[in-house]
C-alpha cells in the first residue's frame, strides 16, 4: 500500500502523487532530467547534492539496482559515489517488477535503504513545463504534517559534503622495468567516479584532494579540477589556487563545475541558468581556434588540428545549473564549445597554453562518450610536460 504526499514548491504549487521509498520529508531545489535510462549513475552523482529530481522518462525502476561493487582502485562500478545525492525523486510510474541479471533490489527499496523520499503518480513533463516557464525552484516532498521549511541548497558548500575528506591516491600497478608514471591532481568538488576512472585508464596516477586544499606544494604533472554541486561563487579558495597553478603553467582540464571554477579562475563571471541543462542529449558546437595567434584548430576525435579546421557538433552529457558569460575573457582565452540550443559557452581554452575546460561531461555514465577524446588530449599534454 502506498500512502498520499504532496510535492509543494515555493510558488505555492501543489502537486500531488504517491510516496514510495523512504516515507519522509525533504526539501531542496525541484529541477528536471531528460534522459531515458541511467538513473544509478544520476541518482549517484554528487552534482544532485541537495537537490530533487524530477525524471522526464515516464517509467522508472524497470531495471532495478545492482549490487554496490568496487574496482581495483575502490571505485564504485554502475554507479558515480557510494551512495544516492539527491535529497528526493519524482516520476511518473515506477514498477516493484525489475528485470536485469545484476539487479538485486527494487529502485523502492534502494531509495528506502538510504533514506530518500520519492514520489510517483505526478504528470512529470507537465511540472517539467512549469519548471521551464517559472524556472528552477525551491520545492519540498511532504509525507504527513508539513514541518520542514524550504532550503536553497546553492547558498551552502555543498562541496565539501561530497568531496573527500582528505588526500586519496591512486596508483597504477608497476614492475621493475616500469617507467616513470605521470600524476594528475583531481580537485574533488564532488568528482564522479568515472573522471577518475577515466584518468587512470589512460596512464596517469591521480592524487584527489578536496577542493579547498592547497595543492600547489604537492609533486604533480596536470590538475582536473571536477564536477560538482552548487554555485561557483561559493569555491573562491578553489578558484585562488587554480589561478595560482595557472601561474605554475601545468596542464590543466576542468569539467563542469570545475569549468566554472577555472572560468572564475581568470576573472570571468558565472550566472545561473533558468532552469538549466540536465540531459544526456545536448548538442555541443566545438569552435577552432582562428586569428593571428596561429594557433592550432579544433582537435577533435581524428587530431586534427590548424585553424582551418572545420567546426564539428557532439552530443553531449550535461548536469549544471549556472553557466559562464563569454564576455570579460582575458585576450589569450578563447570559447571553445558552445551549446547549439542556446548558444551558453560549453566550454573554453588558452590559445597557447594547455589550459582548456568543458560545461559537459566528457566521461558520460549516464550518456554519450562522443568527447571521451578529451580525456586523450589531456592526458597527451600532461605525458609531453
Known amino acids: 500500500m502506498t500512502t498520499e504526499a504532496v510535492l509543494t514548491l515555493e510558488d505555492d504549487t501543489v502537486i500531488k502523487g504517491r510516496s514510495f521509498g523512504f516515507a519522509g520529508t525533504t526539501a531542496g531545489e525541484v529541477v528536471f532530467n531528460t534522459g531515458m535510462v541511467g538513473y544509478h549513475e544520476t541518482l549517484t552523482d554528487p552534482s544532485y547534492k541537495g537537490q530533487i529530481l524530477v525524471l522526464t522518462y515516464p517509467l522508472t525502476g524497470n531495471y532495478g539496482v545492482p549490487e554496490m561493487r568496487l574496482d581495483d582502485f575502490g571505485l564504485p562500478i554502475g554507479f558515480e559515489s ?5 535529497s528526493g525523486l519524482i516520476v511518473s510510474e515506477h514498477t516493484e517488477q525489475f528485470s536485469h541479471h545484476a539487479a538485486t533490489r527494487s529502485l523502492t527499496q534502494w531509495l528506502d535503504d538510504e533514506g530518500v523520499p520519492a514520489l510517483f503518480g505526478v504528470d512529470t513533463r507537465a511540472l517539467t513545463k512549469h519548471l521551464r516557464e517559472k524556472g528552477s525552484m525551491l520545492g519540498k516532498i511532504v509525507n504527513g504534517e508539513d514541518r520542514v521549511g524550504f532550503y536553497d541548497p546553492n547558498a551552502s558548500d555543498l562541496a565539501s559534503a561530497v568531496c573527500v575528506p582528505d588526500v586519496l591516491e591512486y596508483r597504477l600497478p608497476k614492475t621493475p622495468d616500469s617507467a616513470p608514471v605521470k600524476r594528475v591532481v ?28 592547497y595543492f ?36 590543466i582540464f576542468g569539467i563542469c563545475l570545475g569549468h566554472q ?27 577552432p581556434l582562428n586569428g593571428s595567434n596561429g594557433t592550432n584548430g579544433g582537435n577533435g576525435p581524428n587530431g586534427s588540428n590548424g585553424s582551418q579546421s572545420p567546426r564539428r557538433c557532439y552530443i553531449t ?11 570579460g575573457l582575458p585576450h589569450d582565452w578563447r570559447v571553445w564549445f558552445t551549446n547549439a540550443n542556446d548558444g551558453t559557452v560549453e566550454g573554453l581554452r588558452h590559445v597557447t597554453k594547455p589550459f582548456s575546460s568543458v560545461q559537459f561531461h566528457p566521461e558520460a555514465t549516464p550518456g554519450p562518450v562522443d568527447t571521451a577524446w578529451l580525456f586523450d588530449q589531456f592526458a597527451q599534454a600532461v605525458k609531453e610536460q
Not at 557510494?82 to 539527491?86: P, T
Not at 544526456?280 to 569552435?287: D, G, I, L, R, T
Open 216 to 251: 600547489l606544494n604537492l609533486d604533480f604533472d596536470g590538475l582536473l579540477i571536477s564536477n560538482g554541486p552548487g554555485d561557483p561563487k561559493m569555491y573562491e579558495t578553489a578558484a585562488r589556487n587554480v589561478g595560482r597553478a595557472l601561474a605554475v603553467g601545468k596542464p
Open 82 to 86: 557510494r551512495k544516492i545525492q539527491v
Open 317 to 327: 552529457s550535461q548536469n549544471h545549473g549556472y553557466a559562464v558569460r563569454p564576455d
Open 186 to 213: 583531481v580537485l574533488d568538488c564532488g568528482c564522479k567516479a568515472n573522471i577518475v576512472r577515466s584518468v587512470l585508464k589512460r596512464g596517469l596516477e591521480v592524487i584527489r584532494v578536496p577542493h579547498d586544499y
Open 261 to 287: 571554477i577555472l572560468a572564475r579562475a581568470i576573472g570571468a563571471e558565472t550566472y545561473k541558468l533558468k532552469f538549466g541543462h540536465r540531459s544526456h542529449n545536448q548538442p555541443c558546437v566545438e569552435h
